[in-house]
């Protein structure tokens, strides 16, 4: 059973930065892509970033393109989210995903497996 446990969240003020971490678990995870995405209060999750476990190849949504970086860690089994220059409208709640097969990478629907979520909040 795939488990992904996400840790540092918090409150920032706008401009400042964040990193989020993600442990995953459960299996070997070569051909898995791992991501994040978030939800903000009222709408509806939206897709942030994700990278090939085995490649490295990232991709980014074209909000937080420049400002956020996805990396993984192999020996830690660990997908890091580097959130610079923060804003208001980053404020959600952040959510680690994995997954095997994509038609949208960007669609929440094609990921079966999820963290808990941790909340971040930029006060502007």
């Known amino acids: 059973q795939v488990q992904l446990v996400e840790s540092g969240g918090g409150l920032v003020q706008a401009g400042g930065s964040l990193s989020l971490s993600c442990a995953a678990s459960?299996?070997?995870?070569?051909?898995?892509?791992l991501g994040w995405f978030r939800q903000a209060p009222g709408k509806e999750r939206e897709f942030v970033a994700v990278?090939?476990?085995?490649?490295?190849?990232?991709y980014y949504a074209d909000s937080v393109k420049g400002r956020f970086t996805i990396s993984r860690d192999y020996a830690k089994n660990t997908v890091y989210l580097q959130m610079n220059s923060l804003k208001a409208d980053d404020t959600a709640v952040y959510y680690c995903?994995?997954?095997?097969?994509?038609?949208?990478?960007?669609?929440?629907?094609?990921?079966?497996?999820w963290g808990q979520g941790t909340q971040v909040t930029v006060s502007s």
């Open positions: 995903t994995a997954g095997t097969s994509f038609s949208d990478y960007r669609s929440a629907y094609e990921y079966p497996y």
């Open positions: 990278i090939s476990w085995s490649s490295g190849n990232a």
């Open positions: 459960g299996r070997t995870f070569t051909s898995y892509a």
